[in-house]
């Protein structure tokens, strides 16, 4: 379209009484006419003048506007509508604003032909159009030529285009959805060829948009997912999307800001973590750090707070599946990092000839040198050690319709002090694994069929060192091999699911002394696990259901077998587009359980029978005005046979009055959740969740009279020892004008029983018949909760948008106000100095941990 | 190493229940190793650092071949925030010969079974030249299991004569035996099996006694290697774990001393107190106003000391075991080192809930008399807190 303004101001007749030699002043405009010619009014090349009377009153508006000449009445009314959007500042006459009428003429022009490729002398203009910053294509973008009122070109789904212009100066305007959009210079000479490149800034920063490539599974469960923003800028998360996580409803963590999830009150190591159905061992560095999963490998998380599909087995609580991100094959993928901690690169590269796409990705850490830095400023005699690293490799090839995938990855920790006096012992803790998973997936028939092979191999444990040589070393370690069919096709609404998993676990578990040989050898433990699942789903309208079961074998060789039956049951109803109902009902089982997943724990303890929780749960989604989403889920999960053994009881050889009643235990959680969601669309993200949960243990516990002996046994239901009562958690994300994004997480949690198992053991004062006042340890059904918690996180952000590269500056901090949370308390006696006699005053101190992570860092994408 | 791990992985503060359950058992056997059914044994507690005969929390009779077991609660046998100690004692008596066993703590390990209860009869007797016999409490031959793996099977038999005046100890002197490991051919090491007790003669000199009435018994200490047991959780480490076990017979001997030291009712120079409690005969501990490593004493008459004897002389634990002596006589001086190797049985003595010392009794005899005056001084390598007696003689 082109604009065409022409203002012609004939005369000013003034409505107001004659004022003899008054001064009269015309009105000024002072909006610009904006006139669109509409389309195929006018032929290219062609004018048309409208003129019209305008009414400007006496506070600048225009009230009228009437034709004063015939004009098309297409041309008229275009302009009539352009002229009552103008405004004045209003005639005056002596000094006094007045209403007046002015002639105003509208000018349109047709839009301007452009030469063709015929024209010998015509320059020639090819070029592609890329977001600024990356190097995606913009696709579907409209050029305008020199104000033109319609598009000269637009770009195809490479972003290319193509254009032949008269030689000379000319404007090019490029405008795409999703864009600002950007204005362009050019001169071209006669017959010249002329290839440029056009980088349109994104309206909204979104670099790690979620692609989908395939079909949506009709039959996912509910379950909640996150993508975008909410995977990468969330605070106090330093950019891992498995860290999200601890911020969903129904998680809490042993200590806050440790990434270890506790799912609606089960154990820790009753929660599984898979990367593409591959589980891993531990999901963080060090429980605190970065995940062992560079976050440009993950596509997206999917968390199951319960009643997980039936291709996940033997796990009893939550589910956190990643799924590696789909190979591109596009172009080559290059992110990095570095931030004060480690530093990490993902690279990702298509051979197009050979249908093959190669990515690694890694990170490693240089903690060393920062802390080595603080163990001199605290002036101590050794150095705090934490080291880490990770690695990624996936290698995909097409085979005919096939395609096949290997994946490697695996992680490594190093966590303890070094003595600076190398005569002096130092102290490690380590903890590695490593895992490769060959995978093919074949279309079979209707459906397709996946066959994996994987193998792995863990270590945790301690060692000393002295001299450079290990002195002594306590390691766990466990070697594993395992394969895995399924076969998954739909036909009409229904959708069928099959498969079949087993995997050999073999542990060994060494202590050497260097001076002596090995005074504890643990014959080489061998479990076989294996399992066989059924699904059945359901999709219809509204109505999904989804019916599985599951069959799993446990075997500690040479003989201890168990088996297990796992029904689950699934369904949602959408009632009306505004709201959809599910419910869900399971069976798990699981070998018995540590607090953590330690090599040989959980084979060695089948004689103790197998894990078993029903679950039951059911919630409703709702989708609210403003584009926002509400969740209300409750559950109940019945530990129809709690097998949770005490790490205590395993580390120290000590058992308890609690120990006895292992084998017959139960338990149960349950509660209500909510979580209000804004998701990634736009500027803003964000969630609330809240928790209101319950979990119960039967204990067995000592009663004692206050001399310290024991009075009586008791059995009752207790809080759990992570039972946290209230967790709310508050998730925030905006992104500010030139790049700046912030997000900032508010977390409050209720305290845990100050039970002793994980913080000390509640003790009430007692007065002795001498008037002292003395510490009474109290049973285990009368302790007190520890403190309730909060904390703030907080990130800023600033992306620079070079021509294909974006580069992101980062701060993220964890606890910014550095706050200490109690999760014990030290009951002794002070001596009450200057008061004569020996006077002691008892003292409850708190003991709290300032955990406090701040992470600067600085990424680029490529 | 798993304890490390354990606490190494749990920081946060995590650690003992007063749930936590100690489960000890033993068998009592007679003095040929029969089990011993119906022998009640009994469990009791002291609420400080002394152990002794405190309240009774437990008992239970010996069954099935002479076993027995407890199940002991950690709120029971430990202070648990209250501050200070708590002695744990298992016992038994045996009624034919009076002997009673028992054996102390003041921690627990997960699990343990403990040395065998056998009764004991000495057939003690004091020769008139202070020769001692008596019948070892463990019985030559007897079996020795090792702790566990290559971990070296030790075992320290002490007996140990005391001699009472008054009721309070005057004179404790042992045999001061360990390493009794032997194997078939009579070498000790790790591959020993047998027991077999090699006794050191037990005289009692002439000095010890004085001039006193004094009440002789046997009492014997045996400090044993066991092996803790794994408790089936975990991997099962078994751990070697040391108790002491001590036996105390009701055989008395009567017996009469007719030596009086030159130092009986000197003057104690620098110290405030007529007569002085360190030379007036009487065995109570007498707590030095500070504790000091030096004793001047004025003696009632000129003497040229030979013999010196230290009764219950306690300093801080710690203290090295070889004793230097400096005596001044007059212009006198002798310095002398004694290595005697005395294994007291209550040799870890608490005098408050945070202070321990350790218990001494020394005869020190002189190279050679001491010039003759009435002025003796006495300075040693180490500090007491705690004295009965000094005694000087000729």
Known sequence: ?862 | MKRAWFFVLLAAGCGASPDDLFVIGGRVVSRLGAGLDGVPVTVTRTLSAECGDGQQLHQQRTADGGLFSFDLLRVEVSPFYRGGFMCTRLGTGFEASGTTVWSDFYAFPNALTLPDFNDWSPGFSVAADGGVQFEPVVPEGTSLEPCAGNFPARETVVHAIRARVDGGLWWEQSDHQSALRVSDDGGVGPSAVGLSYLPVPLELPPEVLEDRAVELNLEAQRLGCVKVAGNGAGPGLAEPYEVVTRWSSTEKVLAQGHTVPVSRGARCLGLSFNPCPLTDGSPAPFELPETTNNLRLRLPYPAAVRVIVLRGAEVETGASSRLQLTIRSGDDTLTVQDDTSQVALDSIVFIDAERALQRDWRRIVLPRPMQYSDDIELELNRNFVRLGEVSLFE
Do not use: C
């Open chain 1, 1 to 862: 379209m082109r604009l065409g303004v022409l203002l012609v101001l004939l005369a000013a007749t003034a409505r107001a009484q004659d004022a003899g030699t008054a001064d009269v002043a015309p009105p000024e405009q002072l909006s610009a006419l904006n006139a669109p010619l509409p389309e195929g009014a006018l032929d290219a090349g062609a004018t048309a003048d409208v003129a019209l009377e305008l009414t400007v009153d006496d506070t600048g508006h225009v009230t009228a506007a009437d034709a004063i000449a015939d004009a098309p009445p297409v041309l008229l009314e275009a302009a009539r509508a352009a002229t009552l959007a103008l405004t004045f500042r209003p005639a005056t006459l002596a000094g006094q604003p007045v209403t007046v009428k002015v002639r105003y003429v509208v000018h349109f022009e047709g839009p301007r032909p452009l030469p063709t490729a015929d024209a010998g002398w015509a320059a020639h203009l090819t070029g592609r159009v890329t977001s600024k910053g990356t190097r995606d294509a913009v696709s579907s973008a409209s050029l305008f030529v020199d104000d033109a009122g319609t598009p000269a070109a637009e770009t195809g789904p490479n972003g290319d285009f193509e254009l032949w212009l008269e030689p000379g100066k000319h404007t090019l305007s490029v405008r795409a959805a999703a864009h600002a959009p950007g204005t362009f210079e050019e001169e071209l000479k006669p017959r010249e060829e002329l290839q440029v490149a056009y980088r349109l800034v994104r309206t909204v920063l979104n670099p790690y948009e979620t692609v989908v490539r395939d079909t949506a599974d009709r039959a996912e469960q509910a379950r909640v997912q996150l993508s975008g923003p909410e995977l990468r800028e969330v605070a106090g998360t330093q950019g891992e999307p498995l860290r999200v996580i601890m911020l969903l409803p129904g998680v809490t963590t042993p200590l806050s800001g440790i990434s270890y999830p506790i799912v609606r009150g089960a154990s820790p190591a009753a929660t599984g973590f898979f990367l593409d159905d591959v589980q891993i061992p531990q999901l963080y560095h060090l429980l605190l750090g970065p995940s062992v999963i560079y976050p440009d490998f993950i596509d997206r998380v999917d968390f199951y707070s319960s009643n997980a599909p039936v291709r996940f087995g033997r796990v009893t609580a939550g589910v956190v599946s990643a799924a590696a991100a789909k190979s591109r094959d596009d172009r080559v993928h290059v992110s990095a990092y570095v931030d004060v901690l480690n530093a990490g690169a993902f690279v990702e590269v298509p051979i197009e000839k050979t249908g093959t796409n190669i990515a690694v990705a890694g990170r490693v850490s240089y903690t060393g040198l920062v802390l080595s830095l603080v163990g001199k400023a605290l002036a101590a005699n050794s150095t705090p050690v934490a080291d880490f690293y990770d690695y990624q490799a996936r290698v995909e090839q097409k085979v005919g319709r096939a395609t096949l995938r290997l994946l490697a990855f695996g992680s490594s920790d190093l966590v303890g002090s070094r003595a600076d006096d190398p005569m002096n012992p130092s102290s490690f803790v380590t903890s590695l694994f490593h895992r490769a998973d060959l995978r093919a997936l074949i279309p079979l028939g209707p459906g397709t069929l996946e066959a994996g092979a994987t193998v792995g191999f863990e270590r945790q444990g301690l060692f000393t060192e002295q001299l450079g040589q290990t002195q002594a070393s306590f390691l766990m370690s466990r070697l594993t091999a395992g394969g895995r069919l399924r076969y998954r096709f739909e036909k009409g609404p229904l959708q069928v699911k099959v498969g079949a998993d087993l995997e050999r676990q073999q542990s060994d578990i060494g202590l050497e002394l260097r001076t002596a040989s090995s005074l504890f050898t643990v014959p080489r433990t061998l479990g076989v696990f294996g399992g066989a699942f059924a699904e059945l789903a359901f999709v219809e309208g509204p109505l999904t259901v989804v019916a599985g079961v599951r069959g799993d074998s446990y075997l500690l060789a040479p003989s201890l077998y168990r088996f297990s039956v796992d029904p689950r049951l699934e369904a949602r109803y959408r009632l009306t587009p505004w709201l959809m109902a599910h419910a869900g009902a399971g069976l798990f089982h699981q070998a018995p359980l540590l607090l953590i997943n330690l090599p040989v724990t959980d084979a060695a303890a089948l004689a103790d029978g197998l894990h078993e929780v029903a679950q039951l749960s059911a919630g409703v989604e709702v989708r609210l005005p403003w584009g926002l989403e509400l969740h209300l889920d409750g559950f109940y999960n019945a530990l129809l046979a709690a097998r949770e053994r005490s790490l205590q009881q395993f580390a120290s050889g000590i058992s308890t009055l609690d120990d006895r009643l292992a084998a017959t235990r139960t338990g149960r959680s349950y509660g209500l959740e909510v979580m209000l969601r804004a998701p990634a669309k736009g500027r803003l993200f964000g969630w609330l969740s809240y928790s209101l949960m319950r979990s119960e243990r039967l204990r067995r516990f000592g009663v004692y009279t206050p001399d310290q002996t024991l009075a009586e046994q008791r059995e009752a239901m207790l809080p759990f020892a992570f039972d946290q009562t209230h967790v709310l958690n508050l998730v925030a994300g905006y992104q500010l004008p030139w790049g700046v994004k912030v997000s900032g997480t508010f977390h409050v949690n209720s305290g845990r029983p100050e039970s002793g198992e994980f913080s000390s053991r509640t003790a009430r004062l007692q007065r002795t018949d001498d008037g002292l006042y003395v510490w009474q340890v109290v049973p285990l059904d009368q302790v007190d909760r520890l403190p309730p918690f909060w904390r703030l996180d907080l990130r800023v952000s600033k992306t620079f948008l070079l021509n294909e590269v974006s580069l992101e500056l980062y701060l993220d901090v964890l606890n910014v106000a550095a706050r200490q949370e109690v999760v014990t308390y030290s009951y002794g006696y002070a001596q009450l100095a200057g008061v004569a006699g020996a006077t002691v005053l008892p003292t409850k101190t708190p003991q709290g941990i300032p955990l406090l992570y701040p992470s600067l860092g600085l990424k680029g994408v490529w």
